[in-house]
């Protein structure tokens, strides 16, 4: 029997994204009859939490929506029966995100945020807590659908898979960036005609290392003349908050389909380790910058006459992440069975990846969630980039949940983005003594 | 730019089922603007195909469509610039399938239309055609969509598939058939709160050796209720063409699905055989049968005052033909992206059998065609049944291409119903024989 | 450091077969130091134990070897320290295996010791024995080699390397045979000059469907010149046990491999049952005329006069079984590196199987036991039916080992010459009931 | 039929590693009946193929062989009738293997002979004359066995066997080596009772990027305790003319295999990269150093008064070319088959990779070439870098044959020890640049 009101949870509410889901989840309300919305967080998240749910509560009185918002530290009494739960926290806050770019640069890395080194120092810190929060779910809300965007949301999807019975799903704005990328392109070459619900864009891979595969409009594959364009300099399909470049034809050409932007720190390792010491010795790292945006955007959310999300919001990339959260609890309410690009099992999607993995693939949702698409068999060039990261990913995966340094060692070793040597066991220490706090697992190796 | 009038042509137009086909075409008059219909048949199914020209010209006056109908021997004229083709001619005729079915006894295996021996000739007889048609189809009609009912159908579109750049999609009634069925059983435990709109069902094998693998209703897997209602005697599941039965109780308990009816030719084959010997000394063999009720369906469809489809059409087995095709043109012209039980190219849906193989799969309907769900693992004792049958199938497709006696002993000897041994090369032998009319590719033997 | 003087244990030592063992021991005494036998049977075989102890006592005294003869039913006195332990037991003896051929050609299906519904039983009597004489094993002799005879010999050697920690490695005659048919058949082309030592065969499969799909002889491949043999009719290369018969064409030309003669249940399926049943009703089914053969060898045996091993032995067909067993042995201790035909794991080397299962194929012998090597892809109707019959075997040890029903089932269906249908369950359940003494596994289908 | 004599032609015969061949043939004069040798070389390594010849002249008038020495510039001559062809020539000479260093590290990556940037121009360059060489084998001596020593040997071979009918056999010294240190640390703790002979080591991977999977020694695994060795520091199994150095622990301890040293620049980059600037700066690049080493040597073979293999050769590297070229032409002569390990085509020895690649794999020598043993599936973080390699490899090779620079391109990006974004375009367009006169199938790029 189809429920008819909704108990919404936010885990990580004080998150400067919570106002882009707020306004999709009010954005929906006739067809998604949310009446609780409970938005959790911890001590140290507190202050912005607060301002995030004075924030909701004005954009849910502006429109009259009748939803009861619960601020609490009490995550068992938020997931107490909840249908959804979104996951949006970030391990160690901002800070530690600054101090893994920071470790990477240092040892000449590259210094990320899910890619590298600084991504796997994220799937240790996060993955722990995405466990312990599922192994509540099992016991409070085991039907409720998780709706995964903590970084980085395809390992820590994985986690939940492989260790945990709930419903998950990992998200994530790229794919869905690209596809109203794409809209755009075609748009301007097939004028007032252009129907967008006719587009249908198909993407898979891994997160953050996803690939437009197909772009149908009307029967006819749009992926090439996308393609035309990208190598004309005509667009980037990358997001707001990634400066536009141009791919090296060779990536486009060969494999005839289309990279996501954070592929660049793969087939543009260089320029991107260059482009990052620049910045760090300027402005500051990714996560500095970041914090400062931030910084910002509470002031404005703080203001007591906001009552809507403000545009400003845009610019700090997460775009979509609201219409991909929102649409796909809509999606699984309704059995609307629309195509979404989402982190899920494989079971054979991709072929030469093991079934029981985490992949990145268009998916039609239903009511009992994503069933993948099948997706034709990927160019040998692209497959093995895969194969190799989705093996780093599940290396890392292992070493999260276990804590053996020899597995971390042989996730990292594979990991193209990595440097291998003594620099790297030194790089890993480091990582690993720095944020004893949040790797217990690693607890062992800093006696 | 989608088209506002569409060209449909049928193949074979002379068949019992027509009206069918008409019913749905007429049904769906305000989503699929069609405004020509071409009706095709050969000098020998002449009579049948005036007397279906004359019952659809009257089903479209009674409902005042506008459709122009065009009946003709010239397959060419009737090709040119269409935009359906509706294959569903039987290559040599009832007469053929008799002669199938007969041998096949007369050498104590299980004669039938699709399986063993009987599909082999039959697939040998009516390949060589379906390329010819596919040939003139490059020519005159490149874009349009081939709706294969053709039988052998899995057959049929692999050699399509593999030997042609026809757009084909192969339709068969069983799928469709079980999952009304499905929805029947639902319907009476759920009540009045059922909605078949909320049924998501989801199919894997071959043609005629498909498992309904998945139910979800609102979230829910009915898979297993189904399955209870099955082994308790409840229902069979099976088309009205085929006698009641209950599976053994392992078959359902084992692998969790549901086989379609033909599979008990696999699973029941000594049952299924006496069955056979004791119609054949009866009331005859299935093909006699079935020529006794066309003959009297073309008495009712001669009937000037007829203008529908009458009732008794349903009791020839092809219920729901119409459905499926209807609604799959609907899908194609609209991108309906409904899920739909087809037979097109693998790419990997069902893990252990190539990429370019036909599979039978629930796939996403959109304007360029099927695109397969993932298929999860299968249990190892079906997925080793459908690999034997699929290498049945592609062995028996080239052997009905190339015309080599080897490979088309290799295909049979592989097939479970079919009888090793002297026998074989005698009944193969014998069918190519009297066969020799519609199988040039096998000339050289019979010199 | 290696052994200087070994302990040789024969579980199932009544066995008609025996004297070819111990001549091929006594044959190696220069290279294989026994100095240990130990002859283990059960009261039922007490009789034939002790003549078969008696002649090889007399045996051993003629050629004057220094070895000490043990006759027990003290199975764990036996083992206790065993070096090399060879299982040649039937269990239920050959009233079994005849109560198996008559049961399955009761209901219509070959009756045969080692394929079909009597491999299965056979297989459901055995493996509970073969696990416990390793369990026995693993504490009194965990180093020791276990060179399995007992059939079926792949199904059994694949539950003792999935169930035990044992080194087993499973033998059988057939591969020597097909080796030394192909020797003389290139001896009477290339005369004088033939040297065996240069001939290399190499076979792939599984126990009783094997393939010799090489045969090199000083740099040339010469199956092609072999088949060209067999089709004109110049030999058959089956056992002195298996009447000579001749191949449809089509099996040796279009897979360009030599089946071993078992493969006739599969490619001359109702010639075989055709035949089955004649003798059935004439001489006896082939376990009865096997008895009648033993009771004959058994009258030379005990003839005190006796000391070497009767020419009349080798029209028993275990011909050559002496040869791989002792050959094995020595190829072991003395890590000699020689190619041997045996049922191991398959490690990859037939691709298209699991890792773990059983396979026969050539080996390299080393004193770690069989190294595979590399099978190329092999024709897809041939791989199509290993995979088949793997299932059946695979599944068949799991109903073994858990008493499972539906198991058994599912086994049996996917058999190409096993009836499906009411039959088989009729056929199954009365196989359990008949067994009832040596199944216990399956003992709560008999309430 | 076995022949009595043997013509075996050596390209490249004007290589510093000649004499170790010629010592290695004479040793085996008994075994090897040679009686043509034809040294092969072009107009620019002629002198130092002239003081080869004269050398080879004097070691073997010393033992008195009987062999015809003939120096020429007429390859066809020279493979006419040939038995073996041993390909050991360098294209572009030094000189060219000094500009691949030195481009490399200019644009910051590893410069190697076989590796990244450097291995994949060598192929380049040396490819095209590698099938030109095939060609004119097809011709002139279509049964005879190519060794190929050129590097990259691993790209060289797997285009020969793609792309001609020419029998060959990779061969490189690095297997035999670590065979040699892993019998050096045996020897130690086993102490006089170690026979080299009883020692069967198995290796698995691809050229220079395979590991010891295996150490035999009388039914004992060995490779264990050559681990703890290993980790304990107490060797190196590295090559004299590679550095000793020290694997960091978990590259052993997690695959439980030992990598040949050349891994060292994918487990060890960083180190690597400094160590060869720190050479580059000091000493010179590794193809200066080689240089000035190859031009002591041949003041060496100029004498007049010598008549054997200096010792000062064992520095350069190549120790046990000989003994595995003389030894693999010694066991397909004499159809030993003994195991040893080579490049050759891998028909499933390792899964997860294409049938059709070249693999470097212990097999077992026979007269028609090796046969692969079986590898046990590898450990996932070896088997995906060997996967990624392997593409790396094959796209090279395609490069190479078809001179497509968007291939060039996605080999290279694939490669771990290759950095990507505009430096690589950079480097590759100057590679293709200054190797203009070698790599006539990039010459559309360089107008």
Redesign the interface.
């Known amino acids: 029997?189809?429920k008819t009101a909704l108990k919404v949870t936010v885990i990580g509410a004080g998150s400067s994204y919570t106002p882009e889901l707020i306004e999709g989840l009010l954005q929906r309300k006739n067809t998604l009859p949310i009446n609780e919305l409970w938005l959790v967080d911890i001590e140290e998240g507190w202050e912005k939490a607060t301002i995030i749910a004075g924030l909701t509560e004005r954009m849910i009185a502006k429109i009259g929506a009748n939803i009861k918002v619960t601020l609490t530290q009490n995550r068992q009494a938020a997931l107490a029966g909840a249908d959804f739960v979104c996951s949006q926290f970030r391990a160690g806050g901002l800070e530690s995100r600054i101090r893994d770019e920071q470790i990477s640069l240092k040892y000449?890395m590259i210094g990320q945020e899910t890619n590298g080194l600084g991504g796997f120092a994220n799937a240790c810190r996060t993955i722990p807590v995405a466990l312990e929060i599922c192994r509540e779910m099992e016991a409070l809300c085991p039907d409720a659908w998780l709706l995964n965007f903590t970084n980085p949301s395809g390992m820590v999807t994985e986690a939940i898979l492989k260790h945990t019975k709930i419903n998950a799903v990992g998200l994530c704005n790229v794919p869905a960036h690209m596809e109203k990328s794409a809209a755009s392109l075609l748009r301007e070459t097939q004028g007032e005609?252009f129907d967008e619900q006719?587009l249908?864009t198909?993407f898979a891979g891994l997160n953050h290392m996803v690939w437009m595969y197909s772009a149908?409009l009307?029967?006819?594959?749009k992926v090439p003349f996308i393609i035309k364009q990208l190598m004309a300099g005509n667009d980037t399909m990358s997001p707001r908050n990634i400066p536009a470049f141009q791919w090296?034809?060779?990536?486009l050409?060969?494999s005839g389909m289309i990279p996501c932007a954070y592929l660049r720190y793969?087939?543009?390792?260089?320029?991107?380790y260059e482009l990052e010491m620049k910045e760090a010795q300027g402005e500051g790292c990714r996560g500095e910058v970041v914090k400062a945006v931030e910084a910002q955007l509470f002031e404005l959310y703080r203001d007591p006459n906001l009552a809507e999300k403000p545009k400003q919001l845009e610019l700090r990339g997460g775009q979509y992440y609201s219409e991909a959260a929102c649409e796909l609890m809509n999606a699984?309410y309704n059995?609307s069975?629309?195509?979404m690009h989402v982190n899920t099992r494989?079971?054979?999607?991709?072929?030469g990846l093991p079934?029981d993995c985490a992949v990145e693939v268009s998916s039609?949702i239903?009511?009992?969630?994503p069933?993948?698409?099948?997706?034709?068999?990927l160019p040998?060039?692209v497959l093995?980039?895969i194969?190799?990261m989705k093996?780093f990913e599940?290396?890392t995966v292992k070493a999260a949940v276990e804590g053996n340094?020899?597995?971390a060692?042989?996730?990292l070793?594979?990991n193209?983005i990595v440097?291998?040597?003594?620099?790297?066991?030194q790089a890993l220490l480091e990582t690993i003594q720095q944020n004893r706090a949040f790797m217990q697992q690693f607890a062992h190796l800093n006696q």
Do not use: W
């Open positions: 029997m189809k000449k005609a006719k249908l198909r149908q009307n029967g006819e594959e090296p034809d060779y990536v050409r060969n793969y087939y543009m390792t260089q320029n991107m699984i059995d069975r629309v195509v494989n079971y054979g999607a991709i072929q079934d039609m239903t009511s009992a969630g069933i993948p698409l099948s997706v034709p068999a040998e060039q093995r980039l194969q190799l093996s599940t290396l340094y020899d597995t060692l042989d996730a070793a594979l193209p440097t291998t040597g003594d620099v790297l066991e």
